[in-house]
């Protein structure tokens, strides 16, 4: 794993400042505290038996220092606070972020409507089953992503890049984008035209309509001056199983992958060009927006 990748591995960089601060908490707990309440027990012994002495000679000893000395003696080093103090808020992070939610922020356009350049959102990272930190081995099973689920994985050509999009097959369907239009296993999505879509930042309309899903209306964009046909599509593992031409193209999603586009179909790279998304790169299923620095009102469940 080069370092960019490493740097960029915030599940790793977690890991390891978990293990070390446990680890140095554990010693800390179990070992060196002991050592320090030694090391205490037998200065203190040392003080009293001095000031026994004084007492003996008739002198009255000061032990207004016993406590000061035995807090000096009992202190923990600077870099054992700090480390032991850091360790459960790592700790609580590193689990949270591993088993239950994470945060994303959206990169590129390639999700709008839906999803807009800027939107934080949180990933359920249990929806599609429980995996390891890290290495991402899925352990226990649990839900499967869905027809219509907005979902995060691994870049199937960088695993280092987490990519969002919207699951369109699942395993052992047939997928058919002609001229626009998909099609699921032979039954055509319905789509409802609504109001053209402005992007504020180019200052361009795009046709908008509502595609229905598995049951489940959302949003998506044409870009009318974008032909259908899919320019150069990479020779990813199982290319066999899609045909290309003018008008679109038709894929059979393999066993154990699936098939992904962006709802702003004419500005995304997603399956058409570089393949399906294998069960071992998903990372969660997106679901919520919880900020937006740029426009509060998108804050909001999105699915």
């Known amino acids: 794993m080069s370092l960019q990748a490493i740097l960029g591995n915030f599940a790793l960089i977690l890991f390891v400042l978990t ?16 050592q320090r309440r030694a090391r205490a027990d037998v200065a203190l012994a040392a003080f009293d038996a001095r000031n026994a002495r004084l007492m003996a000679d008739g002198v009255r000893p000061d032990d207004r220092g016993r406590s000061a000395l035995e807090t000096d003696l009992l202190k923990q080093p600077t870099w054992i606070e700090y480390s032991g103090s850091f360790f459960p808020v790592i ?7 591993s088993f239950l939610f994470e945060p994303f922020k959206i990169p590129s356009s390639s999700m709008v409507p839906t999803l807009a350049i800027g939107d ?5 990272k249990f929806t599609y089953g429980v995996r390891l930190p890290v290495i991402n081995k899925k352990v226990i099973e649990v839900n499967a992503p869905q027809r219509g689920d907005v979902m995060v994985f691994k ?14 097959g699942v395993p052992g369907d047939k997928i058919v984008y002609k001229n626009k ?13 609504l109001p053209d879509y402005l992007d504020e930042e180019h200052l361009t309309y795009s046709k908008q309509f509502s595609e229905r899903l598995a049951g489940a209306g959302h949003k998506i964009l044409n870009d009318e001056r974008v032909p259908a046909y899919v320019p150069n599509p990479d020779a990813f593992p199982y290319r066999e199983s899609c045909s290309y031409n003018l008008e679109g193209f038709a894929c059979t ?25 294998p069960d071992e790169n998903i990372v969660g299923k997106a679901f919520f927006v919880w900020m937006n620095l740029g ?8 699915q």
């Open 253 to 277: 999603v393999p066993a154990g992958h699936y098939f992904v586009m962006g709802d702003n179909r004419d500005n995304s790279l997603d399956s058409r060009y570089w393949g399906f998304v």
């Open 155 to 168: 870049y199937p050509k960088d695993m280092s890049l987490d990519y969002i999009k919207r699951v369109i």
């Open 181 to 193: 239009r998909l099609s699921v296993n032979g039954k055509e999505l319905s789509y409802q035209p």
């Open 120 to 124: 934080l959102i949180l990933v359920n």
């Open 91 to 97: 700790a609580l992070v590193f689990f949270l972020r």
């Open 295 to 302: 426009n509060l009102k998108r804050i909001g469940s999105f």
């Open 19 to 34: 293990i070390a601060t446990g680890v140095i908490w554990f010693l800390d707990v179990f070992y060196l505290t002991r």
